[in-house]
T-cell receptor
Framework: DSGVTQTPKHLITATGQRVTLRCSPRSGDLSVYWYQQSLDQGLQFLIQYYNGEERAKGNILERFSAQQFPDLHSELNLSSLELGDSALYFC?????????????FGEGSRLTVL | GQQLNQSPQSMFIQEGEDVSMNCTSSSIFNTWLWYKQDPGEGPVLLIALYKAGELTSNGRLTAQFGTTRKDSFLNISASIPSDVGIYFCAGLRNNAGNMLTFGGGTRLMVKP
């Protein structure tokens, strides 16, 4: 158990819909990262937040947005969903800025768009 | 952007065999890390390397930070069925904030 909690674990929805994925980082961790893992593909970095502020942006579509709240939990919003958005979405957390690369991953939210 | 090329993409081996995989880049990285993703779970850190030429072991796993700082290697000795999973290399550059770049992964399958 990494200490990172993601909900929901599974989500099935239709094209054009909007979903919200939720992540609670490990206790005390200030940074939250979102990654997308499509079938048979690697981990694509989407976005990072540190203590409520956006710190880095990767290959995140304009239809996607995220935020980190004062209690440090984060939400990833996916809108106007397309079939290609079906993937595993991972949240990860790390303890501080200037850290040495260890990320603690949640178990992921599997999104299926039909 | 930065890319890490990981090979092989997949391996199907017999239990007891040794495994080698590598990760290469056209860019220099200051830190190399190896993660493992068990089926149905998130990746977990196996080994972190912080200096060029560094060789670090974690049980049956040994990883090396390439001397050019553009590559890294992971070896698994005497594989067992629970080694099954996807192994990801990841690189960190000091001047790239906290952005970890991941390789595409090596899917390892072990036949008992």
């Amino acid at each position: 158990d990494s200490g990172v909690t993601q909900t929901p674990k599974h989500l099935i929805t239709a094209t054009g819909q909007r979903v919200t994925l939720r992540c609670s980082p490990r206790s005390g961790d200030l940074s939250v990262y979102w990654y997308q893992q499509s079938l048979d593909q690697g981990l694509q970095f989407l976005i990072q937040y540190y203590n409520g502020e956006e710190r880095a942006k990767g290959n995140i579509l304009e239809r996607f947005s995220a935020q980190q709240f004062p209690d440090l939990h984060s939400e990833l919003n996916l809108s106007s969903l397309e079939l290609g958005d079906s993937a595993l979405y991972f949240c990860a957390s790390s303890p501080r800025q200037g850290w040495t690369g260890e990320l603690f991953f949640g178990e992921g939210s599997r999104l299926t768009v039909l | 952007g930065q890319q890490l090329n990981q090979s092989p993409q997949s391996m199907f081996i017999q239990e007891g065999e040794d495994v080698s995989m590598n990760c290469t880049s056209s860019s220099i990285f200051n830190t190399w890390l190896w993660y493992k993703q068990d089926p149905g779970e998130g990746p977990v850190l196996l080994i972190a390397l912080y200096k060029a030429g560094e060789l670090t072991s974690n049980g049956r796993l040994t990883a090396q930070f390439g001397t050019t700082r553009k590559d890294s290697f992971l070896n698994i000795s005497a594989s067992i069925p629970s080694d099954v999973g996807i192994y990801f290399c990841a690189g960190l550059r000091n001047n790239a904030g906290n952005m970890l770049t991941f390789g595409g992964g090596t899917r390892l399958m072990v036949k008992p």
